[in-house]
């Protein structure tokens, strides 16, 4: 639908045509806001009238001791103001916490007010704020609470005017966010109280922000004055604020937590003293500081010296010079849209296409009955239509797509296609989908997967026990929220095949499927799926792969398509949601006796990995302790919430959490500290697995209790902390599974060769999605080689140029580019000295690998005889020198579940400042030890420890995509709280064990999941430290946060 | 007055990395948009399209804004500077060597939105504090890294060029970038 777009020329124009223009129409002049809104779903107004451009609503100056701000002045303009800070600060200081400093840039002041719901109007109202208004009747000024209380009559906000604040006037400003920086508000305060001897004379509150309505509380106002100050009941004003406060629920935050962090925080402006008491903190038993005679590499750049170099793709990354797969653009590329239905669960009749196909502009149009293959992919097993036939199973389903000539096009003939279909009963709970009665997802029932184990006398274990802790974990349906969302593009080839560029995590799996859903030989599918911007598990499955092909293929002509934001959001697949019911028992001792573990998993509409995801779960469901009775059950249901798949951690971090708290739990209860509990239960190096499989060697989870032990942070003052915070400090121990298991085949291959321009082009089908896949090839062939990294051309992720090396997933990437270096550089570096040594007439033994090319191996100057470029020019190009490496991830022998054979170990330890007032938990510190084998490339390996810390810190803290009965509450990065520069702690540290056994043959561990696996246990335990009560629902809810702040006083 | 409806196709003109574009666009689409798939100008990256993540941040008239929140008609005369056009500010060169050394970034798709923010508020602030860094780069979403990286990057790039700026004042230098922005947003005129 089209909005009129009217600039007018003056502001008395623009009234008249805001009145002519009806209701739904807007002022714009900042216009930050209006996409968000469109976004959410909201209409777009009939018109927006520019007001952007008028003189006389610009211009910050003093009026008498007023100050007048145009209401076109951008926040960034009142900040930098000399003028308001001078005589309203605390407009600076709230304005500095509205959205960021770009979207401040181009954000009006009169835009925050004229919107009636910006998170500045408590601040303007203890202000006593007046405005300037044009109307019909000419211009006025009316107080702004008079403004906000009349019904929004046909006016425009030429200006803002402030009164200068009193010097006997306390003011007082706070934002309550969702999370720490660039948030909407769950609820904002101001305050403004005057005091004469003691005694109030004066008061202003306010609250508002985000649902709240702004609002003065002029009952409490006038309780206040004449009040001693010193005399005044807080507790009892607390509560009565927090009935004033109008705050409505959403689905973020209740009404309730409004109400009450809203009184907090006024409580804490007006009673200066009331925040700064000082807090009891340190409830977990400390362990006992142990001497560390551990040799760790201190994972720095000043600590590493050689070891730190820059990555090769790093340059162009931050030059913007790098072309992702979604960048690509060339004048004959059609543009790809999908089509979907705005139901969750329906059965479909009829596709109607024609009048799409009509449409000038477009060149194919799609639906299941161009499908000449299988119409149905996934990983595990095939649930999952490219283009649905007869049946929707969630919003992201798609029923049909267009490619056209440009994008406004594609998505007019999306409009026009008909779908017949009737609406089904939605499945919105997994439990309740599991019920015998309700609707089936899929015609084979809606548990879509399941697993037990039970060993030993469990009941004897209860029976026995001392102690029993029994709780339930939630964990959230986290987004991958990689920053470049799924797409890339796909042209028909010569040879009647395809070939296909879009974002993924194993070219050769993808090829497969799609082979099957086109019908077309996999040799004749070309699929490239690097550089990708971010996989994290969620670039797994297919995704726009299917879609994009078959337009291609149907317009005969190269087609893009790069998913929207909210259409990631809805189709792409998201950390299955787990509730996980966990009985531990142990005796007075602490050594555990029984072990009981129920998980539901929401699987949402289909499959892909979810089994999977389910199955890790279940093999972590001890963590690395010894239980003599075990009995777990995993269930996962398929629903109509999303669709659900691989995510870093992929069930383990969900595990490790309920795990960890339980130890943590237990340890409270037996009286022993953190370390001792874990010491008393770890499983022993060389003991078979908790399937009872062989494990590889070089266990180091003691020496993982040796560092928690030694942390400072135990020790940690309170010198960073805030007034009003409690502090505490928590552990948790890693272990996380690599590779895919026992079960699935799990082989790569690689290859090695002297490329014509001496290059040294190294062959992996991996993909570089930013975790340094490109450094770490160079990193491990220069070292076993001899060579400069310079001297290699790493070349991934491509089926035509790379053969296949597994799924880059599974914390298995580094593995496989270890193992290929060790099985192909000594052939291929053998090749090259013989090929040297019959150019310069030597023998091969005289000769050596060095920078640049081969040397005299005896020569102490590393100067090469003859460069790679000189030896390739000598090698005929149908011929040149080359190695391969074919051989398998190492894997156990235990068949009858699928067993993992290498594991990761570490410890994670966090210290947390948890807010009175809020109940937001604000990470200070994670410390970070892990034992995973030798650091193939130092930045790189950091790279991967910090960004899953933090990823973990958004799971644990504020990540989490709300779906009610299949529609989607989360829509868009407005609604969804990754963490931002803010919210990232204070400090972060990392160190690594790199040795390994001696004669241990697996080389490194996987580097990409181990970082995440125990942050969420880490803050719950730290939590615990501070509060005395555990959180057991992820992302923590600051509700709960603050009824255990209260017990805690 | 003017008026056309979102849906019209406008002609717009406007400067990219100092050279001047005549183009064509439906009144609505966002300067991300025009860039991308009208430009073909893919050095600006799409994240989130409503000014939530940073991805598409490039410099208006000077400031670092989000290309997204900008419509076709809004763009007309403008000065705009991408991530691959800022060679002609002085600190350019010294914010992307102390990135890269530092390893700031993994994927890399939010570093061109990273790297506007940091050159825009080093221009403009040569004496950067680590908060006013942190406020400059709050807008600016990183999924990879945890954002470490990027601080440590940021803090090497914030010393050398206040290194950068002793040493040329001293020379008696001007350190305004040469593209100078006109004054609009942030002028405080009576």
């Known amino acids: 639908m089209s909005m009129k777009i009217m600039r007018p020329d003056t502001p008395a124009e623009a009234l008249k045509l805001l009145s002519e223009a009806g209701p739904s129409a807007r002022f714009s002049a900042g216009s930050t806001a209006l996409q968000a809104e469109w976004s959410l779903g909201k209409p777009k107004p009939s018109a927006l009238i520019d007001i952007s451009r008028f003189k006389d609503l610009r211009g910050i100056e003093a009026h008498g001791d007023l100050v007048r701000i145009g209401a076109c002045e951008t926040l960034s303009a009142v900040i930098g103001s000399k003028l308001v800070t001078d005589i309203c600060p605390l407009l600076i200081e709230a304005a500095q916490r509205v959205g960021a400093k770009t979207i401040r840039h181009r954000a009006t002041l009169g835009g925050n007010v004229g919107w009636r719901t910006g998170c500045l109007l408590p601040a303007l109202l203890a202000l006593d704020t007046r405005l300037e208004l044009d109307t019909e009747?000419?211009?006025?000024?009316?107080?702004?609470?008079?403004?906000?209380?009349?019904?929004?009559?046909?006016?425009?906000?030429?200006?803002?005017?402030?009164?200068?604040?009193?010097?006997?006037?306390?003011?007082?400003?706070?934002?309550?966010?969702?999370?720490?920086?660039?948030?909407?508000?769950?609820?904002?305060?101001?305050?403004?109280?005057?005091?004469?001897?003691?005694?109030?004379?004066?008061?202003?509150?306010?609250?508002?922000?985000?649902?709240?309505?702004?609002?003065?509380?002029?009952?409490?106002?006038?309780?206040?004055?004449?009040?001693?100050?010193?005399?005044?009941?807080?507790?009892?004003?607390?509560?009565?604020?927090?009935?004033?406060?109008?705050?409505?629920?959403?689905?973020?935050?209740?009404?309730?937590?409004?109400?009450?962090?809203?009184?907090?925080?006024?409580?804490?402006?007006?009673?200066?003293?009331?925040?700064?008491?000082?807090?009891?903190?340190?409830?977990?038993?400390?362990?006992?500081?142990?001497?560390?005679?551990?040799?760790?590499?201190?994972?720095?750049?000043?600590?590493?010296?050689?070891?730190?170099?820059?990555?090769?793709?790093?340059?162009?990354?931050?030059?913007?010079?790098?072309?992702?797969?979604?960048?690509?653009?060339?004048e004959d590329m059609l543009v790809g849209a999908t089509l979907r239905l705005d139901e969750p669960h329906a059965r479909i009749f009829s596709v109607d296409v024609r009048e799409a196909e009509a449409l000038p502009g477009v060149k194919a149009v799609v639906t299941h009955k161009d499908i000449q293959g299988d119409n149905a992919f996934g990983i595990v097993f095939q649930d999952q239509p490219a283009l649905c036939a007869d049946k929707v199973r969630y919003l992201g389903d798609p029923i049909a797509a267009v490619a056209a000539t440009d994008r406004e096009t594609a998505l007019k003939a999306l409009n026009l296609i008909k779908v017949g279909y009737e609406a089904l009963p939605v499945v919105g709970d997994p439990a309740q989908a599991l019920d015998g009665d309700t609707e089936a997802v899929h015609e084979t029932g809606n548990l879509a997967s399941t697993i037990e184990i039970e060993r030993g006398d469990i009941d004897s274990g209860f029976a026995k026990a001392a102690h029993v802790i029994e709780a339930t974990y939630v964990t959230p349906r986290q987004m991958h929220g990689f920053m470049e969302t799924e797409g890339g593009y796909a042209e028909p080839t010569e040879d009647g095949g395809l070939a296909i560029f879009a974002g993924g995590q194993h070219g050769s799996r993808d090829r497969a499927q799609l082979a099957r859903i086109l019908a077309i030989p996999e040799d004749k599918i070309r699929v490239v799926t690097s550089p990708t911007g971010g996989g994290f598990g969620g670039k797994?499955?297919?995704?726009?792969?299917?879609?994009?092909?078959?337009?291609?293929?149907?317009?005969?002509?190269?087609?893009?398509?790069?998913?929207?934001?909210?259409?990631?959001?809805?189709?792409?697949?998201?950390?299955?949601?787990?509730?996980?019911?966990?009985?531990?028992?142990?005796?007075?001792?602490?050594?555990?006796?029984?072990?009981?573990?129920?998980?539901?998993?929401?699987?949402?509409?289909?499959?892909?990995?979810?089994?999977?995801?389910?199955?890790?779960?279940?093999?972590?469901?001890?963590?690395?302790?010894?239980?003599?009775?075990?009995?777990?059950?995993?269930?996962?249901?398929?629903?109509?919430?999303?669709?659900?798949?691989?995510?870093?951690?992929?069930?383990?971090?969900?595990?490790?959490?309920?795990?960890?708290?339980?130890?943590?739990?237990?340890?409270?209860?037996?009286?022993?500290?953190?370390?001792?509990?874990?010491?008393?239960?770890?499983?022993?190096?060389?003991?078979?697995?908790?399937?009872?499989?062989?494990?590889?060697?070089?266990?180091?989870?003691?020496?993982?209790?040796?560092?928690?032990?030694?942390?400072?942070?135990?020790?940690?003052?309170?010198?960073?902390?805030r007034p009003g915070e409690f502090a505490g400090v928590g552990m948790a121990i890693i272990y996380q599974g690599n590779g895919l298991g026992t079960i699935p085949d799990d082989e790569a291959k690689s290859r090695i060769v002297l490329a014509p321009d001496g290059k040294i082009e190294v062959q992996f089908g991996l993909d570089e999605m930013g975790q340094g896949l490109l450094p770490s090839i160079q990193a491990a062939v220069a070292d076993r080689l001899g060579c400069a990294r310079e001297d290699i051309r790493p070349v991934v992720g491509d089926t035509l140029r790379t053969p296949d090396s597994g799924s880059t997933t599974a914390s298995r990437g580094g593995y496989v580019v270890w193992k290929g270096t060790e099985l192909m550089v000594p052939a291929f570096a053998d090749s090259m000295l013989a090929k040297a040594a019959d150019i310069l007439g030597r023998e091969p033994e005289?000769?050596?690998?060095?920078?640049?090319?081969?040397?005299?191996?005896?020569?102490?100057?590393?100067?090469?005889?003859?460069?790679?470029?000189?030896?390739?020019?000598?090698?005929?190009?149908?011929?040149?020198?080359?190695?391969?490496?074919?051989?398998?991830?190492?894997?156990?022998?235990?068949?009858?579940?699928?067993?993992?054979?290498?594991?990761?170990?570490?410890?994670?330890?966090?210290?947390?400042?948890?807010?009175?007032?809020?109940?937001?938990?604000?990470?200070?510190?994670?410390?970070?030890?892990?034992?995973?084998?030798?650091?193939?490339?130092?930045?790189?390996?950091?790279?991967?420890?910090?960004?899953?810390?933090?990823?973990?810190?958004?799971?644990?803290?504020?990540?989490?995509?709300?779906?009610?009965?299949?529609?989607?509450?989360?829509?868009?990065?407005?609604?969804?709280?990754?963490?931002?520069?803010?919210?990232?702690?204070?400090?972060?540290?990392?160190?690594?064990?790199?040795?390994?056994?001696?004669?241990?043959?697996?080389?490194?561990?996987?580097?990409?999941?181990?970082?995440?696996?125990?942050?969420?246990?880490?803050?719950?335990?730290?939590?615990?430290?501070?509060?005395?009560?555990?959180?057991?629902?992820?992302?923590?809810?600051?509700?709960?946060i603050l009824t255990m702040c209260e017990a805690a006083e | 007055m003017s008026e056309l409806l979102s849906t019209d196709t406008l002609s717009i003109a406007f400067t990219l990395n100092g050279e001047a574009i005549e183009t064509t666009a439906p009144a609505e689409i966002s300067l991300t948009r025009i860039l991308r798939d009208v430009l073909f100008r893919t050095e600006t990256k799409i994240g989130c399209e409503i000014g939530r993540c940073g991805a598409c941040m490039v410099l208006m008239n000077g400031q670092a804004i989000n290309s997204c929140l900008v419509m076709a008609w809004q763009v007309d005369g403008a000065e705009i500077i991408t991530g691959a056009g800022l060679e002609k500010l002085p600190i350019t060169g010294i914010v992307r060597q102390a990135l890269a050394e530092e390893s700031s970034f993994q994927c890399g798709y939010c570093a061109p939105g990273f790297v506007i923010s940091l050159v825009a508020l080093l221009s403009e602030e040569p004496d950067a504090t680590n908060d006013d860094l942190m406020t400059a780069l709050e807008g600016n979403i990183c999924r990879c890294t945890g954002y470490h990286s990027i601080l440590r990057g940021a803090k090497l790039a914030a010393a050398r060029v206040r290194d950068f700026g002793a040493r040329t004042s001293a020379a008696q230098k001007t350190y305004a970038p040469e593209t100078k922005a006109p004054e609009t947003a942030v002028s405080e005129q009576a």
């Open chain 1, 137 to 330: 009747s000419g211009r006025t000024t009316r107080a702004l609470e008079d403004w906000l209380a009349e019904p929004s009559a046909p006016n425009l906000i030429s200006s803002v005017l402030i009164p200068q604040q009193d010097p006997d006037t306390t003011y007082g400003f706070r934002k309550i966010g969702l999370r720490a920086a660039f948030t909407p508000s769950a609820i904002a305060v101001a305050a403004a109280l005057g005091a004469a001897d003691g005694t109030i004379t004066s008061a202003r509150l306010a609250v508002g922000g985000g649902p709240v309505p702004a609002t003065r509380l002029g009952a409490i106002e006038r309780e206040l004055v004449g009040q001693d100050h010193a005399k005044v009941e807080w507790t009892s004003l607390r509560d009565e604020i927090a009935d004033l406060i109008p705050a409505p629920s959403d689905a973020l935050r209740s009404s309730a937590y409004r109400k009450r962090t809203g009184a907090n925080a006024l409580i804490a402006l007006l009673a200066s003293n009331e925040a700064g008491r000082p807090q009891r903190t340190g409830r977990t038993i400390r362990p006992k500081p142990e001497e560390t005679t551990l040799d760790e590499t201190v994972l720095t750049r000043s600590a590493g010296g050689n070891r730190w170099h820059v990555r090769p793709d790093l340059p162009a990354k931050i030059a913007a010079e790098l072309t992702y797969l979604t960048d690509a653009r060339r």
């Open chain 1, 846 to 1040: 005289g000769l050596q690998v060095v920078a640049g090319g081969i040397a005299d191996a005896a020569s102490n100057s590393q100067a090469p005889l003859l460069t790679f470029a000189q030896l390739a020019e000598q090698c005929p190009p149908d011929a040149p020198l080359t190695a391969e490496a074919d051989f398998a991830f190492p894997k156990s022998d235990y068949t009858r579940g699928n067993a993992r054979f290498i594991f990761g170990f570490g410890v994670n330890l966090a210290r947390v400042a948890i807010d009175r007032v809020s109940g937001q938990v604000r990470v200070l510190d994670l410390e970070l030890h892990t034992a995973a084998g030798p650091v193939i490339d130092l930045a790189a390996y950091l790279g991967q420890m910090e960004g899953g810390l933090v990823q973990g810190l958004g799971f644990t803290l504020t990540e989490d995509v709300l779906i009610k009965d299949g529609r989607f509450l989360t829509t868009n990065y407005d609604n969804y709280f990754m963490p931002t520069i803010r919210d990232t702690p204070d400090r972060i540290t990392n160190f690594a064990l790199e040795d390994l056994d001696p004669g241990d043959p697996f080389g490194p561990r996987g580097a990409g999941e181990i970082s995440i696996n125990a942050v969420t246990p880490a803050i719950a335990n730290a939590v615990a430290d501070a509060l005395g009560q555990w959180p057991t629902a992820t992302p923590f809810r600051p509700e709960e």
């Open chain 1, 540 to 721: 797994d499955e297919l995704t726009v792969q299917p879609v994009l092909a078959m337009l291609a293929l149907k317009a005969n002509a190269p087609v893009r398509m790069q998913w929207t934001r909210s259409e990631s959001v809805i189709a792409g697949t998201k950390r299955n949601p787990f509730t996980i019911r966990m009985r531990t028992a142990c005796d007075a001792t602490g050594k555990l006796l029984a072990q009981e573990v129920d998980v539901l998993a929401d699987g949402g509409a289909y499959a892909s990995l979810g089994p999977g995801v389910l199955e890790t779960a279940n093999e972590h469901a001890c963590g690395p302790y010894i239980s003599p009775s075990v009995k777990t059950r995993g269930r996962l249901a398929y629903t109509n919430n999303g669709t659900g798949g691989a995510f870093r951690g992929f069930g383990a971090n969900q595990m490790t959490f309920a795990i960890e708290c339980q130890m943590d739990r237990l340890a409270a209860a037996c009286g022993l500290d953190p370390i001792e509990m874990r010491r008393r239960n770890l499983r022993q190096p060389g003991m078979p697995g908790f399937l009872g499989q062989r494990v590889a060697p070089s266990e180091r989870l003691f020496e993982m209790l040796q560092a928690a032990a030694a942390s400072p942070l135990w020790q940690a003052d309170g010198a960073d902390l």
